[in-house]
């Protein structure tokens, strides 16, 4: 097994060599080399003390030196270089409550918490695998390394990375680990929301998100997102549908790109319906409303899992417009309007939320909604490539132009400005200073 390790990568591992230690390319670059992936970072292990490693190098930083941790920077660019080390007890489901130096590599490998990620290079040496990580890989299996309890117990957030890896390489979940979630699961309330929603993420924007299914099946969304394990037991016993309220969303997320926002507006379009669901007297279930309620239930998780304002914004906005004109014709009128109170900036994304989510209903009326929606795709390209006005920085007049024209600050010149675009999203072509005054200001 030859790995090509970046010459910056190599400098390190030569110089620490040279100076009589041991120094290999450890982790997750080793496991992403080997299946033809490009590392994002490098990581290098070593029997070199932390003050020995900085006594090597001109420009170190001690980002994690408590526990063996130096960044050397080379070029302005950092690789964490760290001692081979054994954690001790961990106290808090995440973090050890202190480690102890050793000089033997395996016992720092040891301490890792997947078999593909327990893996380390260098040239002289080649791949040292002391747990069948090669095995695991050509198996396609997520393994822990040692006993899968005592890994989950010492930092709880492994069980979400296990199944954010699982998604991430298409890889199944060993047994032992499987069931040693399943218990452990519960520890995942100590881990902060923000670590949560990282890991979340990953696997959500993963090429496949649906092993979200995986999480629900061994209790973790029951920790993580409860609101989704009601999706998953609530019916949608309708002609429009074939599939549970979950197993409708986690089929949703397969149809759109793998972006944060739009993985997170599919896992949240639906999350109301147990909320609003009604069954009529023939059996058939309805969510009136549902949008409304989602918009309003995916903002209070995203706020819960500590995420951005901007991602809130808009993935809540793409709930709550997401079945919006369904049964609507599109005129080019109806969809400068629909722009103008939806957003310009995430338009096109809720066009492909509107044909993810059809594409997980039944095939009752399919290619009918899905003309409807290419209709609506039709306008609105359009619209765009006029360079139509859809709203007020648009406009050909602006509030100085009023002002200077005569008409007071005030509230009612913001009321006028609002009359010009109303007329303007009907009639785009009277979008000129000249129209626009004779119009409202009988100008002429």
């Known amino acids: ?52 490693v900085k006594a090597l190098f001109n420009r170190t930083v001690d980002t994690g030196i408590a526990h063996g941790t130096v960044t050397v920077m080379l070029d302005r660019e950092g690789y964490e270089v760290t001692t081979y080390r054994i954690d001790g007890v961990y106290e808090d489901h995440r973090h050890p409550r202190e480690v102890q130096f050793t000089s033997r590599l395996v016992e ?56 954010r890896f699982s998604a991430q390489l298409g890889y199944t979940i060993e047994e032992e680990t499987q069931q040693a979630i399943r218990r452990l699961a519960p520890s995942l309330a100590a881990i902060s929301a923000e670590r949560i929603a990282a890991e979340l993420v990953k696997l ?3 090429p496949h998100p649906d092993y979200l299914r995986q999480a629900y099946d061994m209790g973790v969304t029951a920790v993580i997102l409860p609101e989704l394990d009601r999706c998953m037991e609530t019916p949608q016993n309708h002609p429009h549908h074939c599939y549970t309220v979950g197993e409708h969303i986690l089929h949703s997320l397969d149809n759109v790109p793998g972006v944060k926002d739009m993985r997170l507006a599919m896992l949240l379009h639906d999350i109301g319906k147990p909320r609003t669901l009604e069954t009529d007297a023939e059996g058939i279930t309805h969510f009136h409303g549902h949008p409304a309620v989602s918009a309003e239930m995916s903002e ?38 629909a722009m103008n109170r939806i957003g310009t900036d995430i338009f096109a994304k809720l066009l492909i939320v509107k044909k993810a989510d059809i594409g997980a209903q039944s095939s009752y009326l399919r290619r009918e909604k899905l ?32 002002i200077a024209a005569g008409f007071e600050p005030g509230p009612g010149l913001g009321d006028m400005l609002q009359q010009m675009l109303e007329h303007v999203l009907e009639v785009p072509e009277d979008n000129t200073r000249e129209m626009l005054f004779k119009i409202f200001l009988k100008v002429t």
């Not at 890792?112 to 040292?128: H, S």
């Not at 808009?314 to 080019?332: A, M, Q, S, W």
């Open 108 to 163: 720092d490998l040891q301490r890792r918490d997947f078999t593909v990620n327990a893996m380390a290079y260098n040239e002289a040496v080649g791949l040292v695998d002391a747990f069948d990580g090669m095995g695991d890989i050509r198996r396609g299996v997520i393994r822990c390394v040692g006993r899968a309890g005592e890994r989950f117990a010492e930092d709880a957030l492994r069980i979400l990375r296990a199944l």
């Open 371 to 402: 003309e409807r929606v290419e209709a609506w795709e039709r306008e609105y390209r359009g619209i765009v490539a006029r360079g139509q006005c859809i709203s007020m920085k648009d406009l050909a007049v602006g509030g100085r132009d009023l």
């Open 300 to 337: 209070e998780i995203l706020r819960r899992m500590k995420f951005d304002n901007e991602t809130i914004a808009t993935v809540r906005r793409l709930v709550e417009f997401h079945d919006y004109g369904n049964d609507v014709k599109p005129t080019p009128a109806i969809v400068r309007r």
């Open 204 to 206: 959500l924007v993963s």
């Open 1 to 52: 097994m030859v790995i090509n390790l970046p010459e910056k990568v190599k400098y390190i591992i030569d110089r620490i060599s040279a100076a009589g230690f041991e120094a290999y390319a450890v982790g997750g670059c080793i496991r992403d080399s080997i299946l033809g992936r490009e590392p994002s970072d490098w990581d290098i292990t070593t029997s070199a003390r932390p003050e020995q």
